[in-house]
């Protein structure tokens, strides 16, 4: 069983930044994938970024502006958010894969002036 814990969501200018932690317990190395989601109001869920084995992917609308980066020491990953839009308000969901899928509860993130 692995317990995925989000934080560090807030509200935020447009332009500004954020950096968002998402922590996971039990037995997870660098192969098992980390990944964020986010969800919008009346939205579907939608990928963000992902990170394993040190591979990163990012949805086209991040590319440039978030960076997903990873300690596997503390079996924690980041995603740092520059250049906040407003589109980019949602809930942020971490996901980690060890034989299957484990959600975070989520945090918030808005980005208004």
């Known amino acids: 069983q692995v317990h995925v814990v989000e934080s560090g969501g807030g509200v935020v200018q447009p332009g500004g930044s954020l950096r968002l932690s998402c922590t996971a317990s039990?037995?997870?190395?660098?192969?098992?994938?980390m990944g964020w989601y986010r969800q919008a109001p009346g939205q579907e869920r939608d990928f963000v970024a992902l990170i394993s084995g040190g591979v990163r992917s990012y949805a086209d609308s991040v590319k440039g502006r978030f960076t997903i980066s990873r300690d596997n020491a503390w079996n924690t990953v980041y995603l740092q958010m520059n250049s906040l839009k407003p589109e980019d308000t949602g809930v942020y969901y971490c996901k980690v894969f060890d034989k299957k899928d484990y959600w975070g509860q989520g945090t918030q993130v808005t980005v208004s002036s």
């Open positions: 039990g037995r997870i190395s660098d192969i098992n994938p």
